[in-house]
């Protein structure tokens, strides 16, 4: 079946830290992989995607790279900042109508 | 553009009270609309999911239902809340293929008491 599995939280950091947050995934086929952001009290934003193995999805200073061979989409940054504090989510798409996610990630950015 | 809206943003509710959430899209025809609902400190859990007027599709056997009376419109209700049904509630909407990333709402938060 299709699932995700995150690292457990909370993360707390210094502000310019490096973070990683990691995921990995089963899935049947191949599927889409995303990294969703979620700001106190506010709803879930997309932060970054990749669609196929080896592609490399970027957005405000975050990476993460589709790994096929090790079924990850590991979060990077290289710098983190206190606007970066947030639950983090890594999903999966594939062959159902809906997204599987996991169970989160905080992230808390100090200064 | 697209837009999507929730409302209430707050609800405070009794046990045992009717429930009606809203959420309509704007800027996007024939959407794939869904609800989850986040509890305190957990993920997300998807509860309904529709592909067109009228078709609704459950993921988690509960006293919650949904209604798809427009193209753009998805309804949660309940005749009945539970405690349990305490959490956040986001709708989202996609296009396409489920390859294609969700777009969600502000969320509502919803207090049983």
């Known amino acids: 079946g299709n699932s995700v599995t995150q690292m457990e939280g909370p993360v707390t950091l210094s502000e310019e830290a490096f973070l990683t947050i990691n995921c990995t995934y089963t899935?049947?086929?191949?599927?889409?992989l995303f990294w969703y952001v979620q700001y106190p009290g506010e709803g879930l934003q997309l932060l970054l995607k990749?669609?196929?193995?080896?592609d490399k999805g970027s957005n405000k200073g975050f990476e993460a790279t589709y790994r096929k061979e090790t079924t990850s989409f590991h979060l990077e940054k290289g710098s983190v900042q206190v606007s970066d504090s947030a639950v983090y989510f890594c999903a999966l798409g594939a062959g159902a109508n809906n997204l599987f996610f996991g169970t989160g990630t905080r992230l808390t950015v100090i200064p | 553009s697209q837009t999507i809206h929730q409302w209430p943003a707050t609800l405070v509710q009794p046990v045992g009270s009717p429930l009606s959430l809203e959420c309509t899209v704007e800027?996007?025809?024939?959407?794939?609309l869904y609800w989850y609902r986040q509890a305190a400190g957990r993920g997300l859990q998807l509860l309904f999911y529709?592909?067109?007027?009228?078709?609704i599709s459950s993921e988690v056997p509960q006293n919650l239902s949904a209604s798809r009376p427009q193209d753009r419109q998805f309804i949660l209700s309940s005749k009945k809340l539970l405690l349990s049904d305490s959490g956040f509630y986001l709708c989202a909407w996609s296009v396409g293929t489920i390859y294609n990333e969700q777009f969600f709402g502000p969320g509502t938060r919803l207090t049983v008491l």
């Open positions: 800027g996007t025809s024939n959407p794939n």
């Open positions: 899935a049947t086929g191949y599927p889409s």
């Open positions: 990749a669609t196929k193995a080896d």
């Open positions: 529709s592909v067109g007027i009228g078709q």
